[in-house]
């Protein structure tokens, strides 16, 4: 049964680089046809969808997002990584990330919370 | 930027039943699938319904979904106290080639 589990730095500080990598246990993150996503929430409000990529490597971002957003898959580490740069404090939020089929998510990671502060 | 538009709250007593709207457009709901998902306080949300109205192995079918042109919507019925969460719906939107989410709806049991 494949599970999913967020790593990284809990505090970033402003206008630097958000870094988080999602580890794929319990199957190989290219086996099936699968997208892997991250998604996050502030505090209190709703799910924002940040983008996704294939194992192939190609990608699909939230346009809102897209010129701060690189998500990257890593085969051989069977993980998958976002990077977000230039954050504010408006990026502070808990990261999830979470695997995609049929055009919905079942798996999901536990999420991480990130803190954009200095 | 949720694009898709929720009641911000419904209730009910235990036992009974409560729906929870999604309305989309032609660039989303209409178009592509919907799917629908519960969170409950401080944990990742969990899938109850994909593909407009199938439900995951271990969903019960208390949970239901349907969808209607530009309008999707959730069916809990046999309301439980554990029911209390907010839900989420989702689908893609065609236009920004990116997944949107709807504004939320937490349900409350009365």
């Known amino acids: 049964q494949v599970q999913l589990q967020e790593s990284g730095p809990g505090l970033v500080k402003p206008s630097q680089t958000l870094s988080l990598t999602c580890i794929v246990s319990g199957g190989s993150i290219s086996s099936g046809s699968f997208y892997w996503s991250w998604i996050r929430q502030p505090a209190g409000k709703g799910l924002e969808w940040i983008g996704r990529?294939?194992?192939?490597?190609?990608?699909n971002y939230n346009p809102s997002l897209k010129s701060r957003v690189t998500i990257s898959v890593d085969t051989s580490k069977n993980q998958f990584s976002l990077k977000l740069t230039y954050v504010t404090a408006a990026d502070t939020a808990v990261y999830y990330c979470?695997?995609?089929?049929?055009?919905?998510?079942?798996?999901w990671g536990q999420g991480t919370l990130v803190t954009v502060s200095s | 930027q949720s694009v898709l538009t929720q009641p911000p709250s419904v209730s009910a007593a235990p036992g009974q039943k409560v729906t929870i709207s999604c309305s989309g457009s032609s660039s989303n709901i209409e178009k592509t699938y919907v799917s629908w998902y519960q969170q409950l306080p401080g944990t990742a949300p969990k899938l109850l319904i994909y593909d407009n109205n199938q439900r995951p192995s271990g969903i019960p079918d208390r949970f239901s979904g349907s969808k209607s042109g530009t309008s999707a919507t959730l069916g809990i019925t046999g309301l439980q106290t554990g029911d209390e969460a907010d839900y989420y719906c989702?689908?893609?939107?065609?236009?920004?080639?990116?997944?949107?989410f709807g504004t939320g709806t937490k349900v409350t049991v009365l």
């Open positions: 989702a689908a893609w939107d065609s236009s920004l080639s990116a997944y949107v």
């Open positions: 979470a695997r995609e089929i049929s055009s919905s998510w079942l798996v």
């Open positions: 990529i294939y194992t192939s490597g190609s990608t």
